[in-house]
């Protein structure tokens, strides 16, 4: 558990976010170039990450390591043991450690170009929206937020301050989630008729309690895995979802009291396509199949971090030997770069947001139907 004070008052941060925008420049969003590097410089954007969980320990810090356009930089965290263990392993400068309350003044340092926030999803907002105030690109973890608003407040922040906002939907950057995408824009196996989308994991005593808190994550295995399956039903029909269905299912009280344990949701494509999606904090299923008018595709596992494999008709996907987290932020860096916009911005989450919400509301309502 982490002891150190935090500042978490998300309400009063949103509510205070019309004063102390910081100025903005070209420079201070992208201080590495305004020292002189080009868009096609070979040198290495630096990357501050906030929140050294689970995520930034096992995964992000090591794909940094492999990383050709950018490099780990700085971090951001509340628990001060962390900061000489991160300081050592990664050589981090010392005045490129920052904790919650001194974060702003990351504005002033060069050496950070883009800021990853990896913290409970009740931080999400406040982070990324500090973040661009400092003048920093930013990547969010997903999902981008608690709720419709903050995505949007997040965006605007983005754009307002002449920033690049990205989420961290690594599959976008897995080469066979990639040819799954490619059949939904060209169509070479007829319409798309039927998605089924499953993301799931027996959650054990280990994990972090926020996960368990609404407050910190908004939602249970919905907010946390489902994102996957809504995802994955929007990328393989290539179309926004119209109307959804959902239904609950819980088997443990106690330990799910306050979050969803297992959801089934149905949504309605405007093709008429449909897709059937569960997500659970308490069974095991990780899977994609799609139904085409002329074949089928399948992947499984289908979010895992490697491994993702399956078939597109009768061409077999092999396993790639790629780093998801490492082209994750290599992408992102090389977007700054050259100032294109990344495969998976900001406008990527509200989507998800949005069928999110009306998820929800279905549930309130027994399982309307609800239109997004
Ligand atoms: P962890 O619980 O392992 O880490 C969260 C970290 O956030 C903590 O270690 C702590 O870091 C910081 N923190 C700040 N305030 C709090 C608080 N009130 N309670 C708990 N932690 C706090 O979570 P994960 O790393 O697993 O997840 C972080 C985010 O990353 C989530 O949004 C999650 O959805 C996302 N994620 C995405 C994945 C993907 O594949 N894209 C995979 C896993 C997670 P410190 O001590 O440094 O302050």
Avoid at 91 to 103: A, D, Q, V
Avoid at 280 to 297: H, Q
Wanted: with cysteine; aromatic share 8%.
């Amino acid at each position: 558990m982490n002891t150190a004070p935090r500042n978490v008052d998300r309400r009063s941060f949103v509510k205070g976010l019309s004063t102390g925008i910081a100025a903005f420049s070209a420079a201070s969003a992208f201080p590495s170039l305004a020292r002189g590097a080009s868009a096609s410089s070979p040198k290495k954007l630096g990357i501050a990450l906030v929140g050294l969980g689970n995520y930034s320990t096992k995964q992000l810090a090591p794909a940094l390591e492999e990383a050709t356009d950018c490099y780990l930089a700085g971090v951001v965290t509340g628990t001060k043991s962390k900061e000489a263990v991160w300081r050592e392993k990664y050589g981090i400068k010392r005045s490129n450690i920052y904790n919650y309350e001194n974060y702003d003044s990351i504005a002033s340092n060069p050496d950070i170009d883009i800021v990853y926030v990896v913290l409970p999803n009740s931080m999400h907002a406040e982070y990324s929206i500090r973040a661009a105030n400092a003048g920093k690109h930013v990547i969010c973890e997903k999902p981008m937020a608690m709720n419709v608003a903050e995505c949007e407040a997040m965006i605007a922040a983005c754009k307002k301050n002449n920033v690049q906002l990205s989420i961290g939907y690594r599959l976008h950057f897995d080469p066979n989630t990639r040819e799954i995408m490619k059949v939904a824009k060209e169509k070479p196996y007829g319409d798309i008729q039927y998605v089924q989308s499953e993301a799931s994991f027996i959650m054990g005593n280990n994990l972090d309690a926020w996960r368990l808190d609404r407050e910190l994550a908004g939602g249970g295995a919905v907010m946390d895995m489902g994102v996957y399956c809504i995802q994955a039903a929007r990328y393989a029909t290539g179309e926004e979802p119209i109307a959804i269905r959902s239904q609950e299912f819980k088997t443990d009280w106690n330990k799910f009291k306050n979050v969803d344990e297992t959801v089934t949701f149905q949504m309605e494509f405007p093709s008429g396509a449909y897709s059937n999606s569960t997500t659970s904090y308490n069974i095991r299923s990780n899977r994609l199949y799609v139904s085409y008018s002329k074949g089928l595709a399948q992947l499984e596992p289908a979010t895992k971090y490697g491994g993702i494999k399956g078939s597109i008709q009768d061409r077999i996907l092999d396993p790639q030997p790629i780093n998801q987290q490492r082209r994750q932020m290599d992408g992102f860096a090389r977007s700054v770069k050259t100032g294109t916009p990344s495969i998976v911005p900001g406008e990527e989450g509200l989507a998800d947001m949005k069928v999110i919400e009306a998820l929800y509301k279905s549930l309130q309502q027994g399982g309307k139907r609800v239109v997004i």
